[in-house]
T-cell receptor, first 115, second 114 residues
Framework: NAGVTQTPKFRILKIGQSMTLQCTQD?????MYWYRQDPGMGLKLIYY???????DKGEVPNGYNVSRSTTEDFPLRLELAAPSQTSVYFC??????????????FGEGSRLTVL | AQSVTQPDIHITVSEGASLELRCNYS??????LFWYVQSPGQGLQLLLK??????LVQGIKGFEAEFKRSQSSFNLRKPSVHWSDAAEYFC????????????FGTGTQLKVEL
């Protein structure tokens, strides 16, 4: 079972470069999320989507963009990378919203370093 | 402001000893509460959740948690810890109308001594 797949697992960027973190899920989940995890800070929600064509901002959306053209894919785009975006990024999905089953399924993470 | 607090950054227990990880919440209404576990280099996995009803909830891997409204707490417990339980544990909360935004605590790193 693939579940939630994130690529790449590791990436080093130079300041000002752009890149896309890919996220794919094969569970036919409607809801998808992007979080970033910084040491001692827990996870912060960047963006989320409740279905294809619908996205919304989370707590820390600045510097990021998302799109949701299909149910399966939810890529996260970093424009003009900055050192503050050095973090571990997690994609997650759920069949229903948090008030439904409440269970998020997480990918293994993408570690991004901006130098 | 809605928040979830985990007071302990690190906890060390001996294998076979009991475990309690603390979680306090601050919400205007009764929240949905969750405990997730993160093994090194992995994503998070749901251990258990509280939505309503019975305040003592059972989860996977022998974990349980008790919702205490009077103390605004949702502490995670395990009667006998195994070395494989070493991981980081996150408490998280959500309230209806919260826009699908799960608020995570800062995590507790559990070390198990053999």
């Amino acid at each position: 079972n693939a579940g939630v797949t994130q690529t790449p697992k590791f990436r080093i960027l130079k300041i000002g470069q752009s890149m896309t973190l890919q996220c794919t899920q094969d569970m036919n989940h409607n809801y998808m999320y992007w979080y970033r995890q910084d040491p001692g800070m827990g996870l912060k929600l960047i963006y989320y989507s409740v279905g294809a064509g619908i996205t919304d901002k989370g707590e820390v959306p600045n510097g990021y963009n998302v799109s949701r053209s299909t149910t399966e894919d939810f890529p996260l785009r970093l424009e003009l990378a900055a050192p503050s975006q050095t973090s571990v990024y997690f994609c997650a999905s759920s069949y229903k919203g948090l008030g439904g089953t409440g269970e998020l399924f997480f990918g293994e993470g993408s570690r991004l370093t901006v130098l | 402001a809605q928040s979830v607090t985990q007071p302990d950054i690190h906890i060390t227990v001996s294998e076979g000893a009991s475990l309690e990880l603390r979680c306090n919440y601050s919400y205007g209404a009764t929240p949905y509460l969750f405990w997730y576990v993160q093994s090194p280099g992995q994503g998070l996995q749901l251990l258990l959740k509280y939505f309503s009803g019975d305040t003592l909830v059972q989860g996977i891997k022998g974990f349980e948690a008790e919702f205490k409204r009077s103390q605004s707490s949702f502490n995670l417990r395990k009667p006998s810890v195994h070395w494989s339980d070493a991981a980081e544990y996150f408490c998280a909360g959500y309230v209806t109308g919260g826009g699908n935004k799960l608020t995570f605590g800062t995590g507790t790193q559990l070390k198990v001594e053999l």
